[in-house]
């Protein structure tokens, strides 16, 4: 494809420019809750100014924007190291699984409170024993009148602390094939049978958490596309979830490998082939996690949803972002691994990158069979 900008895009992306800065996003504070309740502000702000989802439609208070200009929207995001909004599970994930397979009432009633960050959501997938094989999960829903009973656990549920709403699977009919007796309910958090949990991590934040669910109702409104057609529907969340971001992480990995090369240069460490040759490998790897972003975009726009590519641009960019880590290990010692050090954190965080949203194994066979046409594995 082209990758040149039109005119239009140029002008969106000088729009948001200027908006950006006339609107910084100042820095965040310490502490996790402070953290989040900043980022939470900072999404009231992109609402308030029309851009807390300009790849939504303006119907639903988004701005028609192209899925160019949407990427554009996040590179630029990016470049300033503005923070991506509180609620980007509901923006990226439900808002666009709402539209594809929710009714008028379930648009009307959620979409908006989701762009303002006034109702924060969260995805409730991955099981202790169906995590990349969610087909296999065991939360299981029982009808009751005009409500679900629903009953099990949930892991890894990012923000599950913060939320108000979970995108929830449960199996709803125990006799059906795997893949078939699935259905996709919005669980409302607020409700004494919903326990959360946080799972502290190796940086010392609790980004992730369980969910212990003990008879919980979710009403028969809040289903969503249908009871047993949830596979289908948690697929629509899982593509965008494996393609929304890679321009905004290809930009902020680029700027971190940036970063390194002026530390690399300031201590005289260009002159060392080893260095040099490392480096230049990581900026080829982000130049191909660029193209290759973009590619994804290119078959977005020819089917009108995200594909398989997805997975390919979230498997590369996981994996380069540990080799940038600990290529700052390696090229700056041990003042790198100091506990004020960025770098130090990124260390121990991007060891999830290769776990997180689809483990790198998981990706590998969905590019080998859905991308390449490789025979399935046995």
Request: hydrophobic content about 40%; aromatic content about 8%.
């Amino acid at each position: 494809m082209d990758l040149t900008f039109s005119t239009s895009e140029l002008a969106f992306r000088d729009e948001f420019r200027a908006w950006l800065e006339a609107n910084p996003a100042g820095q965040s504070p310490e502490g996790e809750d402070a953290a989040y309740a900043f980022r939470t502000q900072w999404q009231r702000r992109l609402y308030e100014g029309g851009w807390a989802a300009v790849h939504w439609p303006r119907q639903f208070g988004g701005r028609d924007a192209t899925l160019v200009e949407a990427a554009i929207f996040y590179e630029e995001l990016a470049r300033v190291r503005a923070p991506i909004p509180a609620n980007v599970l509901g923006i990226l994930l439900g808002g666009p699984t709402l539209m594809l397979w929710g009714t008028e009432e379930q648009k009307d009633r959620y979409l908006i409170p989701i762009l303002s960050a006034e109702e924060i959501w969260c995805q409730g997938f991955s099981e202790p024993d169906a995590g990349s094989d969610l087909a296999a999960l065991k939360t299981k829903a029982v009808k009751d009148g005009d409500d679900w009973i629903v009953t099990g656990q949930k892991v890894w549920t990012s923000g599950a602390q913060y939320s108000k709403w979970c995108m929830l699977v449960a199996r709803t009919d125990q006799d059906a094939a795997k893949h078939k007796g699935l259905t996709y309910f919005l669980l409302d958090m607020e409700q004494e049978e919903v326990q959360v949990r946080p799972l502290r991590q190796i940086t010392g934040e609790s980004e992730f958490n369980e969910l212990f669910i003990e008879g919980a109702r979710i009403p028969d409104e809040n289903v969503i596309g249908g009871v047993g057609n949830g596979w289908k529907v948690a697929l629509t969340t899982l593509m965008n979830e494996r393609a929304g971001l890679a321009f905004g992480l290809q930009v902020a990995l680029k700027i971190g490998l940036d970063k390194l090369t002026e530390q690399a240069s300031a201590r005289g460490l260009m002159d060392d082939p080893a260095v040099a040759d490392k480096l230049g490998e990581l900026h080829l790897k982000c130049e191909i996690l660029r193209l290759t972003a973009y590619r994804g975009l290119s078959t977005t726009m020819k089917y009108g949803q995200p594909g398989p590519e997805g997975s390919l641009t979230k498997w590369m960019w996981s994996e380069t972002n540990q080799q940038l880590a600990q290529a700052a290990v390696d090229i700056l010692g041990p003042e790198a691994l100091l506990s004020d050090s960025p770098w130090a954190y990124g260390l121990l965080r991007s060891r999830g990158n290769t776990i997180e949203g689809g483990t790198t194994e998981v990706l590998k066979n969905i590019v080998a069979e859905r991308v390449l046409g490789l025979p399935r594995m046995r």
